[in-house]
């Protein structure tokens, strides 16, 4: 069992940052890949970046490249989404995930725990 706290939503202007941290709970953090998510009212839950077990591999979705980083702390049982360049569109609530495939995985069928979500509001 994981649990998933996610924390550093807030509201910032177009064109600033913001840095999500999500802190997991148990003693199995560093065999599971992890996942942000976002989500906007009425829409879907759509897939941003992505890490695996290691930190060896990530991915990203082709709206945030270059503009977001995802990162891992085992040690801490922490993921990381440090986001530059915010735009108005990535407005959401942006949710944490763990999948025990320890993939950086886009699918978000093998994200078996989810966080309650932090609002990220990017004023324009």
């Known amino acids: 069992q994981v649990q998933l706290v996610e924390s550093g939503g807030g509201l910032v202007q177009a064109g600033g940052s913001l840095s999500l941290s999500c802190v997991a709970s148990?003693?199995?953090?560093?065999?599971?890949?992890m996942g942000w998510f976002r989500q906007t009212p009425g829409k879907e839950r759509d897939f941003v970046a992505a890490i695996s077990w290691s930190g060896g591999s990530t991915y990203y979705a082709d709206s945030v490249k270059g503009r977001f980083t995802i990162s891992r702390d085992n040690a801490k049982n922490t993921v990381y989404l440090q986001m530059n360049s915010l735009k108005a569109e990535d407005t959401a609530v942006y949710y944490c995930a763990a999948n025990g495939a320890g993939a950086s995985t886009s699918d978000s069928r093998y994200y078996n725990y989810w966080g309650q979500g932090t609002q990220v509001t990017v004023s324009s």
């Open positions: 148990g003693r199995t953090f560093a065999r599971y890949g």
